[in-house]
């Protein structure tokens, strides 16, 4: 029987390497569009790999979620595109089933 003495430490390590993951395809996707797409990347506030705003962020997310990225015709724009929604969504839904673990494992 596998015990929550086990499963702690996958989870965590699961939710780091996702996260790890997310970072590595926010970075692509900021510097494919500084790079390649300056117009849209001033549209969406700059955004900057390290230092950005909630408001950026969330024209960003506005940018994945309606798909914005198609009228680009740029596919490698596309893919990570896709990618970086896709594992958004897993990553939430992963990361709500990570605390509800982490949660049943405190004792009063």
Known sequence: MVTMKLILPFTFLAVFLMAIFGVY???RLLRLL???HTDIWDEL???DFLRNSIKNNLKVLKFLQTRQYAKL?????SKICVALYNY???YLLFFIIALI????NIRP
């Open 34 to 36: 500084k790079e390649k």
């Open 45 to 47: 506030g700059r955004p």
């Open 101 to 104: 673990v982490f949660s049943m």
């Open 25 to 27: 395809l926010n970075y």
């Open 88 to 90: 958004s969504i897993a």
């Open 73 to 77: 015709n740029n596919p490698k724009l």
